[in-house]
């Protein structure tokens, strides 16, 4: 199915048609030049919307020619790595809605249609909102990238690094989603106070900077759940935390 490039493209604004619902899909860096020509071409009508979906940006970057117009924007937390099957998986994904009301009052009406489970989003909290997304999804490819690069390093056969992570990757995300309270999730040498593991690790990634980086700083984020574990004493934990700051300050 070939259903994403399927619209003609015009390079100019003014062989536009009219429309109830302007969506801009640009990226980021192209939505305020893209708003301004769409504002400046003279088809805007009153009660028009224009939307982007942008997770960084507020609907705030939109300039309308006047107020007759409303502007909105509306960022599915999903992962669209493969449109297609996004059409079979995008029921029950979260939608971020922020903008004016006589906009957002349709969109969310339009986006529950298909699926999408709206919430409410404060203009200057999007893009601490969308970092928050882009550390589970982009941030979290990342790291697992890392672990696949690490077990390269340990000689582990590319063919056996999926029977290796895959299992525990499953294991680790249910456990978290299973679980409302985080601290029921970690487990590890962290978890249970254990420096010379920890100091092990630090001596294993040391030439690789990339890795002592993401290593060192999730290790500090995952010492302050252990501290609400409890299953450490508070001086392991601080062996540990002085590690990880030596580590990470390491050049």
């Not at 990226?27 to 919307?49: M, R, T, Y």
């Not at 906009?103 to 699926?115: P, S």
């Not at 690069?149 to 992570?165: G, H, N, P, V, Y």
Request: glycine share 6%.
């Amino acid at each position: 199915m070939d259903f994403i490039g399927d619209g003609r493209a015009m390079k100019d604004s003014d062989r536009l048609k009219p429309a109830d619902i302007w969506l801009i899909t640009t990226p980021d860096d192209a939505i305020q030049e893209v708003c301004k020509a769409l504002a400046e071409s003279g088809i805007l009508n009153p009660g028009n919307i224009v939307l982007h979906c942008s997770g960084s940006l507020s609907s705030k970057i939109i300039a309308l020619p006047n107020q007759q117009c409303y502007r909105a924007s509306v960022h599915p937390v999903h992962s669209f790595a493969d449109p297609e099957k996004s059409l079979l998986s995008f029921a029950g994904s979260s939608c971020a809605v922020e903008g004016d009301y006589q906009a957002t009052a349709l969109l969310n009406e339009l986006f529950t249609a298909i699926g999408g489970k709206c919430f409410t989003l404060q203009s200057d909290k999007k893009a601490l909102y969308h970092a928050a997304t882009v550390m589970a999804c982009n941030n979290l490819v990342a790291l697992l990238s890392i672990s696949q690069q690490m077990l390269s390093a340990a000689d582990i056969a590319e063919s056996q690094q999926a029977d290796i992570l895959n299992p525990l990757i499953r294991q680790t995300v249910d456990n978290y989603l299973n679980n409302p309270d985080v601290t029921a999730a970690l487990t590890g040498p962290i978890s249970r106070g254990d420096h010379e593991t920890v100091a092990a690790h630090v001596e294993a990634i040391s030439a690789r900077r990339q890795w002592r980086k993401a290593y060192s700083i999730l290790g500090e984020v995952a010492v302050s759940i252990a501290e609400q574990q409890g299953y450490a004493s508070d001086a392991e934990l601080h062996k540990i935390s002085e590690l990880l700051a030596r580590t990470v300050n390491y050049e």
